[in-house]
């Protein structure tokens, strides 16, 4: 069973940047073929997938996002980041890490984590 | 990108009603399609993945069909426990992508 938790500020001052942290236990972020995305939920219940880093390493981001997206790992902690920069309050949104087996549905979600972009 | 249009937006149905949820992909999607429910307050849940293979943990009352670029989410006998926000989502190209969801309530 794979078990992911957010981490993260609750509020960012617009122009800032973002940063969220993904937490990872149950499986190391390297077993072949897991693939680990950030996905995001904005007020009104639109769902937006911003990328992943994949057990190999390689990336992949949402070309909407392409500009101001890093996605990153740290395999020695087991964990995976996000930044996303240069934030508007249209960023404001929960922030979700999930994982998924061989590049198709998600099948396990950290429980999110509200980021609200305010002055 | 491949857009999901989900139908309806909201819907209101009884218990032990049966309600369906209709996703429309803008093209043909080769059964790449997965449907989440989202209780409030939690994070979205695997239902079912390839368009009609149920998650584990699952109740059977959820089921899932469709091809091409029509896809559809059954539950049967509504339960109170299924009240919550319903999604499908495309696999099949990059960027993945929503649909826009279904707030399912209780009459």
């Known amino acids: 069973q794979v078990n992911l938790q957010e981490s993260g500020p609750g509020l960012v001052k617009p122009s800032q940047p973002l940063s969220v942290t993904c937490s990872v236990t149950?499986?190391?972020?390297?077993?072949?073929?897991?693939?680990w995305n950030w996905i995001r939920k904005f007020p009104g219940n639109k769902l937006e997938w911003m990328g992943y880093?994949?057990?190999?390493?390689?990336?992949y981001y949402n070309p909407s996002l392409k500009s101001r997206i890093s996605i990153t790992r740290d395999t020695s902690k087991n964990q995976f980041f996000l930044q996303l920069n240069t934030v508007t309050t249209e960023d404001t949104a929960v922030y979700y890490c999930?994982?998924?087996?061989?590049?198709?549905?998600?099948?396990?979600w950290g429980q999110g984590v509200m980021v609200t972009v305010s002055s | 990108d491949i857009q999901m249009t989900q139908s309806p937006a909201s819907l209101s149905a009884s218990l032990g009603e049966t309600v369906t949820i209709e996703c429309l992909a803008s093209?043909?999607?080769?059964?790449?399609l997965a449907w989440y429910q989202q209780k409030p307050g939690k994070s979205p849940q695997l239902l079912i993945y390839?368009?009609?293979s149920l998650n584990d943990g699952v109740p059977s009352r959820f089921s899932g069909s469709g091809s091409g670029t029509q896809y559809s989410l059954k539950i049967n006998s509504l339960q109170s426990e299924d009240v919550s926000i319903y999604f499908c989502q495309q696999n099949y190209d990059s960027p993945r992508t929503f649909g826009g969801g279904t707030k399912l309530e209780l009459k």
């Open positions: 390839y368009a009609n």
């Open positions: 149950g499986y190391s972020i390297t077993t072949s073929y897991y693939y």
């Open positions: 093209e043909d999607i080769y059964s790449n």
């Open positions: 999930a994982a998924d087996y061989g590049y198709t549905s998600f099948d396990y």
């Open positions: 880093i994949s057990y190999d390493g390689s990336i």
